[in-house]
């Protein structure tokens, strides 16, 4: 075995080597055992409407089937759109990450590759290990998977994860760092023998990396849980991952347990004018302040909380870009009559007082809800928790009426 080491490092220097005298090549585009259990989601169709459920969409009449494989079913989804799971028989799984169409086989074990495949699916042969995970959202998902096993590389390190498994794991070496996104350690990965690379939509700003990876036998593995619309739609890609572990029981359990939440919240029949109103923002390095675009899963979040986004207009259905930035003055002529603020501390660690966030931007001491002392914030761990949508939703409801801020999950008032 460390012969094999030894050969492999010595192999990935030379292709390293080689790769740094011809460049980094022309960037690519972004398209660069198992038991199938289905969820009983307990819905009547006025809640499906209600919450946006896409069930009533249009279903593709035609089978996915490919060469050599015997299609059997699909995985039903409620609220997911950029994904899809279909089951072949003798326990073959094809998952399709939709936004670009790429397609995975997952072969069980000591199964054989189906002969006259497409070239462009990738094979995955269980049992799943060895993945370089970059994608941090989704490290909530594998650990409540039980799935961390199944990871060796982090493209966080150790100190940049709020998840205390994943800390542990890499304090351990269980989990290693192998740099971030757009510089991973290709001889780490490829001595040590990774298997897949799961990474976000960031990787579009770095094509040259997707490239190499596949030069260097590692697929890429994009997830696209974060341009959802609905906030369900985000928590149901833990079904996807799921698949890919063969653990389809415990993701549906997981899930479940966020529809039921969902289901227990007080139904806002007032119309979006007469709900409290609600502005998500973050205040950048350079003075912009970023907020959420009217279609992304943070403003439905608070139209199923009982409130109402502050801005309706944000929408960008060609992009899916999930935020937009905006000058101070447009922030605050859009937003200074907002019943109450939620500071995002996903990027800079938020703020502990709101002497904090006059620093950022002293505009907002005009504010009504600055005024009104409604200013909230989250926690910062609530990005790498994407399994709890549920609970902040109803931390959400919460703010709004006035329940107690020592029962909430994900935020906190500043004062």
């Known amino acids: ?31 660069t055992e198992n038991s199938q259990t289905a969820v009983v989601l307990t819905q009547d169709t006025e809640q499906k409407e209600n919450t946006g459920a896409n069930e009533g969409a249009e279903k593709d009449s035609a089978k996915p089937e490919h ?28 998952l399709t990450t939709k936004m670009d169409d790429r397609q995975f086989l997952v072969v069980p074990k000591d199964q054989e590759v189906p002969d006259d495949l ?41 100190d940049g994860w709020y998840l205390e498994k994943a800390r542990a794991a890499m304090a351990d070496g269980s989990i290693k760092y192998a740099g971030k996104y757009s510089k991973p350690d290709y001889e780490m990965l490829v001595a040590d023998g990774c298997s897949l690379a799961i990474e976000n939509r960031m990787i579009s700003h770095s094509p040259e990396v997707v490239e190499k990876l596949n030069d260097f036998g590692i697929p890429v593995m994009i997830e696209y849980s974060s341009y ?12 996807f991952f799921g698949a890919l572990l063969g653990k389809e029981d415990v993701a549906d359990e997981i899930f479940q347990k966020q529809v039921e939440i969902l289901e227990r919240m007080p139904k806002d029949t ?31 979040m608070i ?20 935020t937009v930035n905006m000058q101070v003055e447009e922030f605050y002529n859009g937003a200074k009559d907002a019943d109450y603020l939620i500071y995002n501390s996903s990027i800079d660690g938020g703020v502990q007082s709101l002497d904090e966030l006059f620093a950022k931007c002293s505009l907002l001491k005009d504010f009504k809800a ?3 002392g409604n200013v909230w ?17 109803e931390d959400i409801y919460a703010m709004l009426n006035g329940e107690a801020e020592e029962d909430m999950h994900y935020l906190f008032k500043i004062r």
């Not at 060469?67 to 094809?94: H, P």
């Open 370 to 372: 600055v005024q009104e």
């Open 303 to 322: 139209e199923l909380a009982g409130g109402s986004y502050i801005f309706r207009d944000l929408t960008d259905e060609d992009t899916k870009r999930s």
């Open 118 to 158: 497409d070239p462009d699916v990738v094979i995955l042969q269980r049992p799943i290990k060895d993945i370089y995970l970059v994608a941090s959202g989704i490290m909530d998902a594998f650990c409540e998977l039980g799935g961390l096993s199944a990871i060796s590389f982090s493209g966080q390190k150790q």
């Open 67 to 94: 060469a050599g494989l015997q299609y059997e079913s699909s995985m039903e989804l409620l609220y997911a759109e950029n994904f899809q799971v279909d089951y072949y028989k003798d326990g073959y799984i094809m």
């Open 377 to 393: 914030c989250t926690t910062n761990d609530m990005y790498q928790q994407s399994l709890s949508v549920g609970y902040m939703m």
């Open 228 to 239: 959802e619309s609905h906030p369900l739609g985000r928590v149901e890609w833990v079904r």
């Open 1 to 31: 075995m460390d012969i094999r080491k030894k050969c492999m490092k010595i192999i990935c220097l030379l292709i390293i080597g080689l790769s740094g005298l011809t460049g980094c090549g022309s960037p690519s585009s972004d398209s």
């Open 270 to 300: 007032a119309d979006q004018e007469e709900r409290p109103t609600v502005a998500f923002f973050f205040i950048t390095s350079n003075g912009l302040v970023q907020v959420r675009r009217t279609n992304d899963y943070v403003p439905k």
